[in-house]
């Protein structure tokens, strides 16, 4: 079958997203306070090609020909983050009128090429001197929070409609505070717990801020999403598999949507009641205009007694003889259907929209060019499942590839290309590849039919 653009509708948002610390570099230039991601890669081992994103992109200086670029691709939307210590160097306090200016000229870069700036406030950079004082672990985070998003309000508001409280929160605190692979590399229980209900807090607070501040504002916030499925029918992987699930993709949405935590289902979650305080309850939920899914891969689990608190294990993809990235992800374009699915049956979930979707996979540049076929597939196959939800009856309401160009994948470094642009990190110098091509076919005409391979 084939379908082009125009089959999701004509108001159907169409877009590209980065976050600030992957791309911009000018870590420490121009006042900017130091991040935990800052620090955390100080200590090479933690990240796999011992690099860091001190310079990253460059798109600190380079952000006025990436505009260009993504107006050229025919891109409408642009998704980025706010570097809280850019212009809160030490989280509170103090305001960097330089950082502020750059997020100024970044957003009016957008609007003079006619493309949608779209900001997600807190994309795991968390200012260095806050995590000094406990980060996400800290209550104080509420305050802290408040302060940087009013700040954020009332430096951008005038020019930004579409925002983004928190990205993948059961990310960075899964990663950075209880397996300590992300910044700031803390582990166990308690620190997860504390961070996991302040992130949970500063999710619904972060909304109401904007919501007070800017009347028109659309409101949103992002989840990491994985279909999840049992190693086999046995009713301890079938379990397993349901932990998992309330886990990864229940914790973070429930309690916005006033559901409370998903206890029931993920009893070790229980403790978090240590940091509960009267009225909370209600305080996590908001009444969010737009959810963002960001769904890669599948996960599929097993039943483990040995494995402390989980009492199961994710099976990794390259023990399952299944398609992978160089992320040893799945390829399984039916997750995003299932977790559209499973969040539009959400009562009080008005719209959602898939806010990161793409793939990295071995690539090499043979004279001046990228044949990435294997992405431009991936991508027509994901899409594909995103429209067949969106028929049967999903409102999803826009498509967001992730990511612009190649840039710091975290603990994975450089080694991971999920690019629609080459980045040549030591002259940085841009090569849009194929799928990049590609994406402006897609977008500039209805004529271009996707081929679903
Ligand atoms: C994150 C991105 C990341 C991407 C690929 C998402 O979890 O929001 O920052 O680069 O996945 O791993």
Known sequence: MGYSKFDFGEDFQWGVSTAAYQIEGAHNIHGKGVSIWDKFVQNSSKIKDGSHADVGCNFYEHFEKDLDIIRELHIPNYRFSIAWSRILPNGIGEVNQKGIDFYNRLIDGCLERNITPWVTLYHWDLPQALEDQGGWTNREILN???????????????????WMILNEPMVFTGAGYFLGYHAPGRKGMSNFLSAMHHATLCQSLGARILRNELEDAKIGTTFSC???DPMTNDEKDVAAANRFDALLNRLFIEPALGLGYPLDDLPIAKRVEKYMMPHDESRMHFDFDFIGVQNYTREVVKSNWMIPYMKGQIVNADERNVPLTTMNWEVYPKSIYNV?????AYEGVKELIVTENGVA????????????LDRVQFIQQYLHQVLKAQREGVN???????????????????????GLIHTDFDTQERIIKDSGHWYKRFLQSAKVRNLVV
Not at 144 to 162: H, I, M, P, Q, Y
Not at 340 to 344: G, Q
Not at 361 to 372: A, C, L, N, S, Y
Request: aromatic share 20%; net charge negative.
């Open 396 to 418: 999803v309401t826009g498509y967001f590839l992730w990511t612009l160009l190649d840039n710091f994948e975290w603990a994975e470094g450089y080694t991971q290309r999920f």
């Open 144 to 162: 802290w929070f408040e302060e940087f998003t009013t700040l954020c309000a009332r430096s951008f508001g005038d020019r930004v409609v579409n």
């Open 361 to 372: 996979f071995p690539e090499t540049v043979v004279e001046g060019r990228i044949k990435d």
């Open 340 to 344: 559209l699915k499973k969040f539009d």
């Open 226 to 228: 994985s279909h999840i």
